[in-house]
């Protein structure tokens, strides 16, 4: 039986994007993180960061498309662990109905 409850398909990303994210903080200045994406679908990714990311932390994702278009989407952290090579989170995409979102989504 398939225990996958994603909403959306995933994509592998064999070349990932990079990405920065903007983490904002109440008791500090927002700081930016660049990451690459593990795996990507209209509702979400699988992202590697340097650092760890708390639950439901809400970021801003500056992420660029193929044509070169640099997108800004809203995302909301689901979880978060040590890999090899820093830390993977998943993130849940929100605020879909930008037009950011819908040239992310194609």
């Known amino acids: 039986m398939n225990q996958d409850r994603r909403d959306a ?3 592998n ?9 903007l983490i ?3 008791e500090s200045d927002p700081k930016k993180v660049s990451g ?3 795996d990507v679908s209209q509702s979400g990714a699988k992202i590697l ?3 760890e990311l708390p639950l439901e ?3 801003e994702i500056a992420i660029e498309n193929k044509e070169g278009k640099t997108l800004l ?3 909301e ?3 978060c662990r040590a890999a090899d090579s820093g830390f993977e989170a998943g993130l849940r995409f929100l605020d879909t109905d930008t037009d950011d979102f819908e040239h992310w989504a194609v």
């Open 13 to 21: 990303r064999k070349q990932s994007l990079g990405f920065e994210l």
């Open 49 to 51: 960061l340097p650092v």
């Open 73 to 75: 989407l809203i995302g």
């Open 9 to 11: 398909e995933r994509f």
């Open 57 to 59: 932390l809400i970021v």
């Open 24 to 26: 904002q903080s109440a």
């Open 36 to 38: 690459t994406t593990i």
């Open 77 to 79: 952290v689901r979880w």
